[in-house]
């Protein structure tokens, strides 16, 4: 759905997903496998980039925030939020300059004036944003002076700089494909997270992924939907989208954020904060200094969930990989990422440019080699280090997150590029099929490796609080049957 101020422009809903099935890209493949769109995607990256735990927030309670995605090209150069002296568009601008120049901006809060007139300025080509809660409301929650008044002076100052300038500041929402989610809920329980944890607590009730889901669901319809109907409305007419409050528009709109946060609550709980897994180095890998150059859980949780979304894009029909590159610079910047930024990110397609029908799209299965299409996909990782709109700084530290463990293909770009840490499921690790191996992975050097699994010096710890449970208990016995320790013990009974 593509709704501006017209229900008018909510027309070229249409026009935009013919114009995608005649693309090059394959959506035409739809007949096989659901894809989300790139607009849906990039509208997904925003709301979940409001939720990037950083540091300084992690202290705090959680402080609401602007999540923001800066696209050139269809092709997304950063990834933003806003800090706490800092907007989301204030960020971007620092970040970008007039780099900005003919990007596509997606916003998770309609920008306030105070970024909106600097990102005109900056000359991008177009902004959309969520349709709830906009920017300006986070301000007045902060600083208690602030009235209404204040918000709607700005959204007066919001329309009058978008009537007077090119720029299309618009709601992108496209309506998911009817199966889209119960395709992203199946996928999600057979990743390779959710499998590892099944594998590894055979015991464990098979429906936890459906109640990690269940949580999400009920935590992003609460930050992300405006539960009371009426009250969406209100922010909808303050910032300038009366035309939507009509039905069936608003009805739609809703289905359509409805939609969009369900799916994303699938992809989250794919990746759960679950007991003590989480993404560790093989024990006896693990040395000290590894232990403090690896991200907090929370950090890589979210990223890997980045690129478990990305998967969702994929032209591979059988197995949708996402991969997604980030750095983190020597010190803090004013982002709200704090010292980590953007590199890029990728999923499994065919060479650019090429139409469905160009290349083949058989596996293993298929007898004749030939036919397989593993010549030609091009994969997460390769896609997101051609893609990548920054430079792999040597001095810095850099990660890849991969949704499944990197082939022997990749595993020698990803050193060889100079990241120095790969986060990846591990469920393939040391498997050889007829055209896809991953041998390499298991043993690469100079390289960390953090792989999901069961904490492993909780699993220590446990056993060693184990074994000390035993000799403590032959301790006890030992000084029990100890006479002199027997006095004692009656001596301070008497105290
Ligand atoms: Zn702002
Ligand atoms: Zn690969």
């Keep these: 759905m593509c709704g501006g101020t017209q229900p008018g422009q909510m027309q070229s809903a249409g026009d935009g997903r013919a114009a995608s099935t005649a693309g090059t890209q394959t959506d035409s493949a739809a007949g096989q496998t659901p894809r ?18 950083s540091v300084a927030h992690l202290k705090k309670s959680q402080v609401k925030k602007a999540g923001l995605v800066v696209v050139k090209n269809m092709k997304i150069v950063g990834l933003h939020c806003s800090s706490a002296e800092l907007h989301a568009g204030q960020i971007a601008l620092i970040k970008h300059g ?16 105070t970024c909106l007139k600097m990102i005109v300025n900056a000359g991008v080509n177009k902004i959309s944003y969520w349709p709830a809660d906009p920017e300006v409301s986070l301000q007045i929650e902060v600083s208690n002076p602030t009235t209404t008044e204040d918000a709607k002076l700005d959204a007066k100052a919001v329309e009058r700089l978008k009537s007077n300038s090119r720029v299309r500041v618009c709601v992108l929402l496209q309506p998911l494909v009817y199966y889209m989610v119960q395709f992203v809920e199946e996928t999600s329980c057979k990743c390779d997270f959710i499998q590892k944890i099944a594998k590894t607590q055979p015991g464990l009730n098979t429906d936890f992924y459906a109640e990690c889901r269940q ?38 709109l809703r289905q359509n954020m409805k939609d969009l946060i369900l799916l994303l ?89 090429s139409e469905y029908a160009d290349f083949p799209h058989m596996d293993d299965k298929q007898k004749d080699r030939e036919i397989r299409k593993f010549r030609y996909i091009v994969h997460a990782e390769q896609n997101a280090l051609t893609f990548r709109c920054q430079d792999i700084k040597p001095e810095e530290e850099s990660m890849i997150f991969v949704t499944k463990c990197p082939c022997d293909e990749c595993v020698p770009l990803i050193k060889g590029a100079g990241i120095k840490q790969i986060y990846a499921g591990d469920v393939d690790v040391g498997r050889k099929k007829a055209d896809i191996s991953y041998m390499k992975f298991g043993e690469l050097e100079g390289v960390s490796k953090f792989t999901w699994q069961l904490n492993p010096s909780h699993a220590s710890d446990q056993e060693v609080q184990e074994s000390a449970a035993r000799e403590n208990g ?12 027997q006095s004692k013990k009656l001596c301070l009974g008497n105290h």
Aim: glycine share 6%.
């Design 36 to 53: 989300l769109s790139k607009v849906n995607l990039f509208t997904l990256f925003s709301l979940w980039m409001e939720l990037f735990p």
């Design 98 to 113: 007039s780099r900005l120049k003919n990007c596509d901006l997606y916003f998770s809060r309609k920008p306030c004036s």
């Design 215 to 252: 949580e999400r669901i009920k935590e992003y319809e609460s930050l992300f939907l405006i539960s009371n109907e009426e009250r969406h409305k209100q922010i909808l007419r303050t910032i300038g989208l009366e035309n939507l409050c009509e039905n069936p528009y608003f009805s739609n």
């Design 265 to 353: 609550a699938t992809v989250a709980a794919s990746v759960p904060a679950f007991e003590h897994f989480g993404f560790y180095c093989n024990g006896s890998q693990q040395t000290r200094e590894m232990y403090h150059q690896s991200l907090p859980q929370e950090i890589a949780r979210h990223c890997m969930i980045q690129a478990r979304l990305l998967a969702y894009r994929t032209e591979d029909h059988k197995t949708g990989v996402g991969a997604v590159i980030w750095a983190e610079g020597k010190s803090r910047s004013c982002d709200g990422t704090g010292a980590m930024y953007f590199i890029g990110c990728g999923y499994n397609a065919f060479p650019v440019g």
């Design 474 to 485: 032959v301790q006890r016995t030992t000084l029990l049957d100890d006479p002199q320790h």
